[in-house]
């Protein structure tokens, strides 16, 4: 076992809005794609709505109450965007979203632990540590879709903090996953 498994520092619990399908499945392929030609962690498509440290039963509980409360929701892409940040290698970048940022509220009032979460709608493609040239390149060339994103899903996760390599996200675990309510 290599150093970086055993450099837990906590445990967060992370609530993402899941895009729907067809999408799902189209940036779902882009991810494997981007993870294979650049031997990359995989992952699945998702925008982190909040993430902070809860308890498992709390985390699914603001996840489920605010599911009960929307029906399915769209984000509109502003374009692709990159950053030195592991899990912000490349990422399709949203405008802000009045609805996205009462689901941010929620769950930030749902969490009785408090976060330092900044809410920032984006859809991650790629988690690597790249030279800023290749991130460049792949903003100009990659293609993806654009305009408005569909998302029917809230999903918790069990994540570890920090994420800074591989092994933290192969260890993501799935606590709920629930339709919005008119989903």
């Known amino acids: 076992m290599n150093e970086e498994e055993f450099e837990i520092a906590y445990t967060e619990f992370t609530l993402w809005l899941v895009p729907r399908e067809p999408l799902r499945s189209t940036l779902s392929a882009i991810i494997r794609r981007l993870a294979a030609d650049l031997d990359a962690v995989e992952f699945e498509p998702h925008v982190t709505v909040f993430c902070g440290p809860s308890t498992e039963e709390e985390a699914r509980a603001t996840a ?103 092994g933290p996200v192969r260890r993501w675990r799935r606590v709920c996953d629930v339709g919005l309510a008119g989903a």
């Not at 979203?97 to 900044?118: H, L």
């Not at 305009?147 to 918790?156: E, H, L």
């Open 64 to 166: 489920t109450a605010i599911a009960a409360r929307l029906s399915p929701i769209e984000l509109t892409a502003a374009g692709l965007d990159y950053t030195d940040r592991y899990t912000k290698t490349l990422f399709v970048q949203f405008e802000e979203s009045a609805v996205a940022r009462w689901m941010f509220e929620a769950a930030r009032d749902g969490y009785s632990s408090r976060s330092d979460y900044t809410f920032n709608p984006h859809l991650s493609l790629l988690y690597k540590t790249l030279p800023e040239m290749k991130q460049n390149e792949l903003c100009r060339t990659l293609e993806v879709p654009t305009g408005a994103y569909g998302f029917d899903r809230i999903r918790t996760i069990e994540t570890e903090s920090p994420i800074e390599g591989p």
